[in-house]
């Protein structure tokens, strides 16, 4: 007699049985929290993490791993329901390219640990890793509940043994973090264990604790949205990018990736090329003002010597007298920065020289060239700035800089003053390139601050002390030419602004040269978010 599944089917000679069955549970699993759970959760404007996962992939190509873990209610030997565990895991494709990735699913405890199954993003870190692939982490996940002390039937102490392979993980391929709900606890750290992370506009945010959890502790009441939106936590520059949506959000993951390799020992991805290797833009002839006064946009500049359209800004909205992102030069990806002097004169403040540390890490960890437009009037001062440690600041990123290998080039576009103007430089035997505009000028300080400390006797001294003043001042103006500092070698090459695009194009081909040779693991520091 054959043998009796426990739905009833007989068994035969092949497993064609098991294999029904197991599509069977996939369909439970499918149901995420099930129809109403789904249907509040897009009512919120959300969509479910196999909808994210569906925007993310390359058409079909979505391998699921650990599909029907779950919790299975079972009537002798069948299985009549199963509740999926509430994270969803596997692999992509991504423009041809493979991508480990996890998202948690809000239709089932809100994401919470209490209805884990196992560790299944904690897995798919390991397995990005084992697999030198990039990871992207999908959060909309409450953390830990008190909840698990019932199920477990005692208290414990926190552990963070798991992030040990989060750290590491993050040495060797790019991570992602993608917020796109109400994220505390340890997901909301794991926000921030990356190489990006983006938020949604109006519908996410991300703290360390909910804002019952804060009314506990502070006797305070506050809405999630002004404990940790994007008013917060996109200011203050913990999440680098907002999207207006989901959609934009999987968008802009897609073309971070873009510009990466899959791991440090691969080469970052070239695209074929269809802009002029040559394009001389005759707006670059005045973009820079002569007014040393008056502030320009440097996108301007950005968008007449990059790649067309390929520039992608990294942080717009913290640290804005810095511009940071990636883009592609003659189809070779690039890490881009750029002094703002429409903030805070584009000098260098405490965020801003965070912002310019992520970028230089980045690029020194995956093998982009690193192309800088300086116009540095110098460490940014004051007592709010002196309150924040900028002082710190700056020796962290002049430290960062020093210890960088990453092919790198500058284009002096204006002024470069002080410890920060010196950071456009770098010493070493790594490639290093640099070209001046006509309207660069610089020195240790601006000769309108340095003039009444460097000449303070003779001023005071003057029958006429601002008379005197403004004197020593046009008598240092007048040798403050850059065609001065050429003829003594201080300024290599001064170019016509229009060369630029093709000077940098054959700069990143000596580059690429270089890179080749740096491929895999990076020497020194580790990557800190």
């Not at 079909?60 to 509740?83: M, N, P, Q, Y």
């Amino acid at each position: 007699m054959a043998d009796q599944l426990g739905n009833g089917e007989e068994r035969g000679s092949d497993w064609q049985p098991e294999i029904a069955e197991l599509k069977r549970q996939q369909t439970f699993a499918e149901a995420l929290g099930g129809q109403d759970s789904v249907a509040f959760h897009h009512s919120r404007g959300r969509l479910t993490v196999r909808e994210r996962i569906d925007l993310l992939q390359d058409a079909d190509s979505f391998h699921e791993i650990g599909a029907i873990a779950g919790t299975a209610e079972w009537d002798g030997d069948r299985v009549v329901s199963l509740k999926p565990a509430n994270s969803v895991t596997g692999t992509v494709l991504i423009d041809g390219r493979k991508v480990a990735v996890s998202g948690g699913d809000f239709t089932i405890r809100g994401g919470s640990a209490d209805a884990a199954i196992g560790n299944k993003s904690g897995f798919a870190e390991a397995f990005a890793l084992r697999a030198r692939i990039p990871y992207i982490r999908l959060l909309d996940a409450t953390g830990g509940s008190v909840k698990t002390f019932e199920q477990i039937g005692r208290t414990y102490l926190p552990g963070n043994a798991g992030t040990n392979v989060s750290a590491e993980l993050m040495q060797y391929v790019p991570v992602v973090s993608a917020v796109l709900g109400s994220v505390a606890g340890l997901p909301a750290v794991q926000a921030c264990m990356c190489h990006f992370n983006v938020m949604v506009k109006n519908t996410s945010q991300v703290f360390v604790a909910g804002p019952k959890v804060v009314e506990q502790a502070t006797g305070s009441e506050i809405s999630k949205e002004d404990l940790g939106d994007e008013r917060i936590q996109v200011k203050n520059g913990v999440i680098m990018n907002l999207a207006k949506d989901e959609p934009d959000a999987i968008q802009q993951i897609r073309r971070f990736l873009s510009y990466l390799p899959a791991n440090v020992w691969e080469e970052p991805p070239v695209r074929d090329c269809h802009d002029d290797m040559q394009r001389k833009e005759e707006s670059l002839l005045s973009v820079v003002p002569r007014n040393r006064r008056q502030i320009y946009d440097p996108h301007l500049i950005l968008s007449a010597v990059l790649d067309q359209d390929s520039f992608f800004e990294i942080g717009p909205h913290y640290g804005r007298a810095r511009i940071t992102g990636l883009a592609r030069v003659d189809g070779h990806p690039v890490g881009v920065m750029a002094n703002h002097p429409k903030f805070n004169g584009g000098s260098m403040d405490v965020a801003a020289g965070e912002k310019t540390i992520r970028l230089i890490e980045l690029c020194d960890m995956f093998h982009l060239p690193l192309v800088y437009f300086a116009d540095e009037p110098g460490f940014s001062v004051g007592v709010a700035q002196e309150k924040l440690g900028i002082v710190r600041a700056g020796a962290r990123i002049v430290t960062t800089m020093a210890r960088s290998t990453m092919p790198y080039v500058c284009f002096v576009v204006r002024q470069l003053y002080g410890v920060a103007g010196g950071l456009h430089q770098r010493g070493g035997d790594a490639l290093y390139r640099r070209y001046c505009w006509p309207s660069t000028h610089g020195g240790s300080m601006h000769i309108e601050g340095g003039t009444a400390i460097a000449y303070k006797r003779d001023i005071e001294a003057a029958e006429d002390p601002d008379a005197k003043r403004a004197e020593i001042e046009a008598r240092l103006q007048s040798i403050s030419s850059p065609f001065r500092n050429a003829h003594a070698f201080g300024i290599e090459e001064m170019i016509d602004p229009r060369d630029t695009r093709p000077l940098l194009v054959d700069f990143v081909h000596d580059a690429w040269r270089v890179v080749r040779s740096q491929l895999g693991e990076k020497a020194g520091p580790a990557y800190t978010p």
